[in-house]
């Protein structure tokens, strides 16, 4: 079993639809939570980073933790063409530096 | 968000050949820095953690002497793919922590595209 599990897609939604990602992971050791971004052939972009349970939002963007059930969500309302990408779930321990853990990325399109 | 930048994006060669990737931090200095690679519709993996004026940290299964690390100064990490085989086209990207290493945020580079033919 991985340690984090995230469902690959491919995903696919109309141009203003709330788009839910998840991801379920194992380890209770996990304090820190991000959603990644990832364009094809590029670098993967920060867009949340939260820390042990809650909720944290900015924009159009909305993450989720509940540690308790080992489950993350990040929500995109209004969604946007611009928006399709790959969305990777990450996370690590305390401690760990730059060692997170990805899942394997959902693959997000946006229809017009 | 803090900027990592890399070069080259692109890069192809001829198997058997060496191949040297930059990783920089332009706003920011950079104690630790991380390469990971990543295969087509796959995840990330962390390679190694390189540490300023020290020895590179590498994960498990990783060979240290294929992949030679080198964090000369607080900006700049380098990644040399030593001896260069097909198996070893990937997608590298390096990445640097903002604020303190063990809880601050990860920024990535953009990542370089290595063919080894």
């Known amino acids: 079993q991985k340690e984090v599990e995230q469902d690959p897609g491919p995903l696919s939604v109309p141009e203003g639809a709330i788009v839910s990602l998840n991801c379920t992971y194992s380890n209770s050791a996990f304090q820190y939570f991000m959603w990644y971004r990832q364009y094809s052939r590029k670098g993967p972009e920060l867009l949340m980073y939260?820390?042990?349970?809650g909720n944290k939002e900015d924009g159009r963007f909305t993450a989720q933790v509940d540690k308790s059930s080992k489950y993350i969500s990040l929500f995109i309302r209004d969604s946007q063409p611009s928006d399709s990408a790959t969305y990777l779930c990450?996370?690590?321990?305390?401690?760990?530096?730059?060692?997170?853990?990805f899942g394997q990325g959902t693959e997000l399109s946006v229809k017009p | 968000g803090a900027v990592v930048s890399q070069h080259p994006s692109r890069v192809i060669c001829k198997s058997g050949t060496s191949v040297k990737i930059e990783c920089r931090s332009l706003d920011f200095q950079a104690t630790t820095m991380f390469w990971y690679r990543q295969f087509p519709k796959q995840s990330l993996m962390l390679m190694a953690t390189s540490n300023e004026g020290s020895k590179a940290t590498y994960e498990q299964g990783v060979e240290k002497d294929k992949f030679l690390i080198n964090h000369a100064s607080l900006t700049l990490s380098t990644l040399t793919v030593t001896s260069a085989h097909p198996e070893d086209s990937s997608f590298y990207i390096c990445?640097?922590?903002?604020?303190?290493?063990?809880?601050?945020?990860?920024?990535f580079g953009e990542g370089s595209r290595l063919t080894v033919l």
């Open positions: 990445s640097a922590v903002v604020g303190e290493t063990r809880t601050g945020e990860l920024f």
């Open positions: 990450a996370m690590k321990g305390y401690n760990q530096g730059g060692k997170l853990i």
């Open positions: 939260t820390y042990s349970s």
